[in-house]
């Protein structure tokens, strides 16, 4: 019997149901305008914050581990020169791969924050209605038009030429048929951030006094004359003050003018030329009336805007996703339930208990829910999927707080930064394969499909491979030692040329995209799992072969199927028996004819 979400009221929007996401690490995209690259001066108030010491940026291509002159002369060791590491990403380098994205076959993107920020990740925003400058054409005079402004009274916003070049890029995401959704870092702001800083100057003579959480106005704190609460303990992520409902009123006001100026720039009433959507950084540290109040505001300059949170804790996402605050979250458990039937080697699911898990998911939110979510297996907070699998005898991706530090090399210096091998690239595609078929909308972290691999933050975060570059090898271990045998790093043109593929199935088909989905088998001694998905007369059956050999593969379906990984090889049903070969760490994706 076929299965569909819980039936109640959808409210998400249908065309992030059918989305394939890609999520972009702006720094570490492409630089495609090196005449706005960062500057020292532009790391000030980002950690470790030593400005004295000598710095550049960073070239594109060297090896990850290895110091490059500037950083064995500041003496600051690799972790802490990782942190002042720039690339130059921007704006430009990725309006200049949107041909490689379109061909790739993604159709939304979400772009980790591009607001003015001092860090490499921009998670402290100086603003919310500023790009950072040095993803712009003209960093300085950016500055001195925002230096004219009244950063909380959007009667005195203007648009920098950075701002103009992100509205020029939603536009030609738009001309193509994509979405674009923005990173809302609505939790807190940076130690450079107007409000922030006028605070510190002024103190409680600061119209900014109540905007965040001073708890002792008596007590100096390493960046301000007084105390306050920083996220999660961190001094550099000034938390955002909150009453019983939310944002009290100075940052809520700041934070609704600064999402109608990206959802509809020119004020006109027509959301177009504005970004889709908004991903919700630690959505869980606001309270929920804020989130109530911002949806209504959302949805009345664009039903159609998508809104996704980041919520990680087990089933600590139920209660914002019943219609009045988010569409989805980042699908983290999904990727749990993954990591542990396909790679996880201590933590191991049988085909059976995968299933089972699959279901909880799907039936735990209303209808419509499920398709909308974003289906991930990694991010710029995790490992990267190669690495996982290279790691699989030592992860638990569940254990979300014992897993974050223990697939960090600094914290861990037995997790292995390998290259991966043939089989265990197989097993990705494999992975991958159930991300492009299975309930949800999948989303690929830059760079997995061209062959990228790295421990935790901040390994996974390395400059995009392609395939015009020549890129050093991996020579240096992370302790500083020498590898035994260099690791080539280059763009992988089979593993994207797979990615591609999947997508384009993906693409094609409607029961894939939104259809129905019914378990077919669920095999724990072979290692086998498949399921059906259907929609508007379209069948198509997913068969994952989860172990190191082909295997024949007994279904009960009736008719003729054709395998579109396989040059459309056809399976012929006997007396409603459907025998097929999946391969060894593979699948098959067969359509019915």
Known sequence: MSESPNPSHDFVPEWAKRAVWYQIFPDRFHNGDPANDPTLESLFFSYPHDYSMPWQVHPWTADWYALQPYERANGLGLWKSVQRRRYGGDLQGILDKLDYLQDLGVTALYLNPVFDAASLHKYDGNTYHHVDVHLGPDPLGD???????????????????????????????????????????????????????????????????????????????????????????????????????????????YIFACTRRWMDPDGDGDPRDGVDGWRLDVAFCVRHGFWKDWRRHVKAINPEAYLVAEIVLED????????????AVMNYRWAFACAEFFAESRHRKTATEFDRELRRLR?????????????LLDSHDTTR?????????????????EFQPNSTVANNPAYDTRRPTAA??????LMVLFQMTDVGAPMLYYGDEAG????????????????????????VLPDGRPRAAPE???????????????????????????????????????????????????????????????????????????DALAGERVYAAQAGRLRVEAPALGGCILKAS
């Open 143 to 253: 500055r001195r038009l925002i230096a004219a402004e009244t950063p909380d009274d959007p009667r005195t916003w203007v648009w920098t030429a950075a701002d103009k070049l992100m509205l020029r890029l939603i536009a030609e995401v738009h001309r193509r048929g994509m979405r674009l959704v923005f990173d809302g870092v609505f939790n807190h702001l940076g130690l450079n951030s107007f409000a922030f800083r006028d605070l510190v100057g002024k103190g409680q003579a600061s119209r900014f006094k109540d905007w965040f959480k001073v708890t002792d106005w008596e007590t100096p704190s390493r960046f301000a004359p007084f105390t306050y609460s920083g996220w999660f303990g961190n001094p550099e992520l000034p938390e955002l003050n909150q009453d019983a409902n939310g944002h009290v009123a100075g940052p809520k006001d």
């Open 316 to 327: 600590a996402d139920e209660p914002y996703l019943q219609g009045d605050e988010f569409d």
């Open 363 to 375: 039936a735990a939110h209303p209808a419509g829910v499920a398709y909308g979510m974003q289906n």
């Open 385 to 401: 999927l190669a690495s996982l699998i290279v790691n699989r005898q030592q992860a638990h991706f569940r254990n979300w707080k």
């Open 424 to 429: 265990e690239r197989a097993l990705q595609k």
């Open 452 to 475: 990228m691999w790295g421990a935790n933050d901040p390994c996974c975060r390395k400059p995009m491979l392609w395939p015009e570059f020549a890129y050093d090898p991996e020579a």
């Open 488 to 562: 080539p790093v280059a763009f992988d043109p089979e593993l994207h040329a797979y990615y591609r593929r999947l997508i384009a199935v993906r693409r094609a088909s409607p029961a894939l995209q939104v259809g129905a989905v019914e378990t077919l088998l669920a095999d724990d001694a072979a290692g086998v799992y498949a399921f059906l998905r259907t929609h508007a007369g379209e069948r198509v059956a997913v068969v994952l072969n989860n172990q190191p050999a082909a295997q024949a593969v007994t279904l009960e379906l009736a008719g003729s199927w054709a």
